[in-house]
Nanobody, 120 residues
Framework: QVQLVESGGGLVQAGGSLRLSCAASRINFSINTMGWYRQAPGKQRELVAS???????TYADSVKGRFTASRDNAKNTVYLQMNSLKPEDTAVYYC??????????????WGQGTQVTVSS
């Protein structure tokens, strides 16, 4: 009954910004690496950004300098700030949680996704 619920997607013009949120419940959020993935029609799901329990971040080259991942452990929420959006950023964005420690280390959960559409 773990839940990851994404929000904040929508339609935006090229050059605009969106902030995605992923609210987690029924997990020990603070010991999870959180990831943002995206999938466009006809394409593979790809990693966009990740943030570890220690706030170490990783970004895909295509979004580096434009997107910023952050987390608020008190709110069990991870964010993806997306600036300077491009039409090629259009995709369904998914939140992922992977437990780093303990008995369930490596256990993975996915949200259901939120649509981001960037118009030219």
């Amino acid at each position: 009954q773990v839940q990851l619920v994404e929000s904040g997607g929508g339609l935006v013009q090229a050059g605009g910004s969106l902030r995605l949120s992923c609210a987690a419940s029924r997990i020990n959020f603070s010991i999870n690496t959180m990831g943002w993935y995206r999938q466009a029609p006809g394409k593979q799901r790809e990693l966009v950004a990740s943030i570890t329990s220690r706030d170490t971040t990783t970004y895909a080259d295509s979004v580096k300098g434009r997107f910023t991942a952050s987390r608020d452990n008190a709110k069990n929420t991870v964010y993806l700030q997306m600036n300077s959006l491009k039409p090629e950023d259009t995709a369904v964005y998914y939140c992922k949680a992977v437990q780093e420690y303990g008995m369930a280390r490596g256990v993975t959960y996915w949200g259901q996704g939120t649509q981001v559409t960037v118009s030219s």
